[in-house]
């Protein structure tokens, strides 16, 4: 049984940082593409990040030079580091996984809040 599970959400002030986690089970962890997607009240799911099981990262333009994406193979978990927060990234982030061999996968969602 695949499972995602995403901890790290909470409210923060405008400028502050959260560090989210998602940590991977029942997949081959090192062999999937990794990402964090994150959907606001009203709108469509975004993605926010990417991880390839190679290290390469893209990231979406609204959190460049903010969001970090990192994974760990040995601990089977990829992170996002968000720094300089602002309002407009409050939202449900997911984290996703995806391979040929083990499909697509989504976690269950954590809040995140900044106040202004």
């Known amino acids: 049984q695949v499972q995602l599970v995403e901890s790290g959400g909470g409210l923060v002030q405008a400028g502050g940082s959260l560090r989210l986690s998602c940590a991977a089970s029942g997949i081959i962890f090192s062999i999937n593409a990794m990402a964090w997607y994150r959907q606001a009240p009203g709108k469509q799911r975004e993605l926010v990040a990417a991880?390839?099981?190679?290290?390469?990262?893209n990231y979406a333009d609204s959190v460049k030079g903010r969001f970090t994406i990192s994974r760990d193979n040995a601990k089977i978990t990829v992170y996002l580091q968000m720094n300089s927060l602002k309002p407009e990234d409050t939202a449900v982030y997911y984290c996703?996984?995806?391979?040929?061999?083990?499909?697509?996968?989504w976690g269950q969602g954590t809040q995140v809040t900044v106040s202004s």
């Open positions: 996703n996984s995806n391979s040929r061999v083990n499909g697509g996968h």
């Open positions: 991880i390839s099981s190679g290290g390469s990262t």
